[in-house]
């Protein structure tokens, strides 16, 4: 009876299933932001397409990390052959993801790097704090001869992702954490509501406000409404990440400058491509690649390559 | 029949448990070997640890909407403070007596002053999930001593059957709160007070004694939740657990333990918490969306208190 962390044997091993299909698990942290709704339906069609089968768990919300913990399990439990998660947090579901890579299993990282990175076979995501580095050179140059006077509408506390755009942000725009030009900044979680909220608080004591860091493009949506019921919408470069359709949109209609996009279609693309190939012959991926950053912004500035959004609406997701 | 569902009120959601075993069993491949049984077990440790206290409070015709709230200020401060170099058993101690104490701050008030504890606990989600964001300062903090993890990652085979401490834990609070509450006199002031609170008062019982202390062993049961949980993932998360308090609740009902309090069981519960997993997991197994899933745990909680009001009325 003694031991420790030993596991008992299981019917399947996780590779190689009764009738040859190639069974992939997909864990998302919702299955309700657009951007992870565009991840699993592009796993699935391309599942679709090379034949194979595809599970899609996810969490209930953005930090339920036991519920991704769950997902994973049930997942082994199924005798899948490669699992593609995006963390919720970079540490939380390392145990795990351990666990399933002990009976064989492919773990791919998607949108979100593990913490240390060989957690996982491999990780297929956009390099994050480059997009933050984008926005925030973006937005500089944006700015030119003015000094900036920043508003932040940051993501989830403890986020990876959220961590990630904060910093490169900052640095793009060359602005350091504690600078007295950061005039104030509040998490939002992503939510349109809470960033509007979030930013018409701010207004009331930052009025010389000239550029806005946005998490993504919902709060940049809400940040943006405020903005505009202070009659400040024309003073001040609003920047984001994401590239939804919507978020394309709205920068086409003027309501924020610019917004660096990701291809969620991409990751779950080659991460589906990835374990279909690990079944056939065995070969794992590994190490982080880069599924690439675009800006899109209708007023091109010197020093940054962009895209206008016409581009970005033939392109975009959700 | 009757007479016998109403004496053992955990004996309907125990069929019905069985009856959901069964069907997962016979639909699917993958659900009824014994890790993933053992699995299911593991998936319901912390909701169950936390409906626990939820069932004592809700037998006194309570509710607590801030336990999920308080495991989670406790996670982050084991976590935080073996970081910080504070010794493993001390940090362990800290954050059960932190939960107590804010236990023991809501039970004072409740019975103190004489608010509803709906109210009471709502105000204490509030601030207790604020202080651990506070505590917290926008992170999370992996957990990597042993003794804050070993509830979840210490593993003994029976056989087949893997057993992890942490379920020997919750089990051992299981039988001690049903010894507590059948077989002491506590345990009957607890019910009595719950029926009718004038009444026990009459009768010569300590009600806002008995309250108070139903929501001091409450928060000592919510700390051992946050260690439960550390075992599950050794990682600290201020956003945890965000719908805990309203699943621990789902845990009780489908337990047979009344809302309006002095009918029930810790038993019940149990076996609710592990209804709300076996769904979840079988469910997945069998291929179906997890809103779908979450639509059917939503149906079993309506059909559960008409199961009660049901019962209660004909009994009346």
């Known amino acids: 009876m003694a031991g420790t962390a030993c596991s008992s044997q299981k019917a399947t091993d996780g590779r190689g299933n009764d009738d040859g299909k190639v069974k992939i698990g997909l864990v998302t942290k919702t299955d309700s932001n657009p951007f992870f709704v565009a991840l699993r339906e592009a796993a699935k069609a391309q599942a679709g397409k090379d034949g194979a089968e595809l599970i899609a768990l996810a969490g209930k919300f953005d930090g339920d990390n036991e519920g991704q913990v769950a997902a994973l399990e049930n997942l082994v439990q199924q005798g899948v052959d490669t699992i593609l998660v995006t963390p919720s947090n970079s540490t939380g579901i390392l145990g795990a993801i351990k666990k399933a890579r002990e009976k064989g299993i492919l773990v791919i990282a998607l949108d979100t790097e593990t913490d240390p990175k060989d957690a996982v076979d491999a990780t297929f995501a956009t390099d994050n704090t480059q997009a933050g580095r984008l926005q925030g050179q973006y937005v500089k140059a944006a700015l030119g001869e003015r000094a900036p006077q920043l508003l932040m ?54 009025t010389t406000v000239n550029a806005v860091y946005t998490i993504n493009e919902p709060a ?61 012959s065995g070969k794992k991926p590994s190490g982080f690649t880069n599924t690439g950053t675009t800006v899109i912004a209708d007023k091109p500035v010197p020093g940054i390559d962009s895209k206008d959004t016409a581009w970005g609406l033939q392109n975009c997701w959700g | 029949m009757k007479t016998l569902v109403l004496r053992t009120p955990a004996l309907g959601p125990a069929i019905a448990l069985l009856a959901a075993v069964l069907l997962f069993s016979v639909t699917t491949d993958t659900f009824a070997t014994t890790d993933n049984l053992s699995l299911v077990v593991q998936q319901s440790l912390v909701i169950g640890t936390l409906a626990l206290g939820q069932t004592l409070v809700i037998l006194t015709s309570g509710i607590d909407l801030a336990n999920a709230a308080i495991a989670v200020l406790g996670t982050l401060l084991m976590a935080q403070l073996v970081l910080g170099g504070t010794s493993a058993p001390l940090a362990l101690l800290i954050g059960i007596g932190v939960a107590v104490g804010i236990a023991a701050i809501t039970g004072g008030v409740v019975t103190g002053i004489s608010l509803p504890p709906f109210i009471v606990t709502l105000g204490m989600l509030t601030i207790v999930t604020a202080a651990a964001r506070i505590y917290a300062e926008g992170q999370s903090y992996p957990v990597t001593d042993e003794l804050l993890t070993f509830l979840g990652t210490r593993q003994y085979l029976f056989g087949q059957v893997e057993v992890t401490v942490g379920m020997g834990l919750a089990l051992v609070m299981y039988l001690v709160a049903w010894y507590a509450l059948t077989r002491t006199a506590w345990g009957r002031h607890v019910y009595a007070v719950g029926n009718d609170a004038e009444a026990a008062r009459l009768s010569g019982i ?11 062993v409450a928060g000592l049961v919510y700390g051992i939740a946050a260690w439960q949980a550390l075992g599950r993932v050794p990682n600290a998360d201020p956003n945890a657990f965000q719908t805990g308090n309203l699943d621990s609740i789902t845990a009780v009902v489908l337990g047979g333990t009344s809302l309006f309090g002095g009918r029930g069981s810790v038993l019940g519960t149990l076996v609710g918490a592990l209804i709300v997993a076996v769904l979840r997991s079988g469910l997945t197994q069998a291929g179906i969306d997890s809103l779908y899933q979450d639509v059917a745990t939503g149906v079993l909680v309506i059909v559960a208190v008409a199961v009660d009001r049901f019962s209660r009325g004909r009994n009346q």
Request: glycine share 14%; aromatic share 4%; net charge positive.
């Open chain 1, 220 to 280: 940049a949506r809400g940040g943006f409404a405020a903005l505009q019921a202070k009659g400040l919408a024309d003073k001040v470069v609003v920047g984001s990440i994401d590239g939804g359709c919507q978020g394309v949109r709205d920068v086409k209609d003027g309501k924020y400058a610019l917004t660096v996009m990701q291809f969620p279609k991409k990751m779950a693309e080659d991460g589906v491509k990835a374990g279909v190939e690990f079944t056939k």
């Open chain 2, 206 to 216: 300590k009600v806002r004694r008995t309250v108070l202390s139903v929501y001091l």
């Open chain 1, 153 to 206: 509408l940051d993501g989830s506390p403890g986020g990876t992702v959220d961590e990630q755009r904060h910093k490169g942000f900052l640095e793009g725009l060359g602005l350091t954490e504690t600078d007295p030009k950061v005039l104030g900044k509040e998490a939002t979680n992503g939510d349109q509501n809470k960033a509007q909220q979030a930013m018409e608080n701010l207004l009331q004591r930052a």
